[in-house]
């Protein structure tokens, strides 16, 4: 199971997953100061921007991370239906890019909405967190485990026409 290289890809995925599950994953400043940041399930803003706070947290994208790590830990179990393995890993990579799209849209939604309570001449810029780039590397060790998976089951069915 360990000795394949598209297990460690996964399990990348997972850890990769994970750390940006718990981490802010972009942050909004303007003049070098924070007014608002940004995780997989909360929005906070500070400062003169508070009034945003009750705005509702992008609790989905928290929910995609936590549905491609399940994915990911079930296909490192499967590693003899390869199959299956490669069916949920391309799974996994489309909810990968489906998250990458609505981190997107969430960007977007939020920086209007601070556009629109900013005080004159202060308009707050985003600047994503290294670790918000995680899912896209992850869609990345996915293409990679995918071609193992891929190329395993190429080996095996060689195999079977030996015999």
Not at 78 to 98: C, D, H, V
């Amino acid at each position: 199971m360990i000795q394949r290289i598209q297990t460690v890809y996964l399990a990348l995925v997972v850890i990769l997953s994970f750390v940006c599950l718990i981490s802010n994953i972009g942050e909004w400043t303007v003049a070098e100061a924070t007014v608002a940041h940004f995780s997989n399930f909360t929005f906070g803003a500070e400062g003169a921007f508070k009034s945003l706070d009750s705005i509702s947290g992008p609790w989905c994208l928290g929910v995609l991370l936590i549905m491609v790590e399940f994915l990911s830990v079930v296909t490192i179990m499967l590693f003899r239906k390869r199959m299956r393995q490669l069916r949920l890993t391309i799974l996994s990579t489309i909810l990968l890019a489906g998250y990458a799209i609505t981190y997107a849209v969430f960007t977007y939604y939020y920086q209007l909405n601070l556009e629109q309570v900013a005080p004159a001449g202060l308009v707050p810029t985003f600047h994503v967190k290294f670790i918000g780039l995680f899912p896209v590397l992850s869609i990345i060790l996915n293409c990679l485990a995918i071609h193992g998976i891929r190329k395993d089951e190429a080996l095996v069915r060689s195999l079977d026409r030996i015999r």
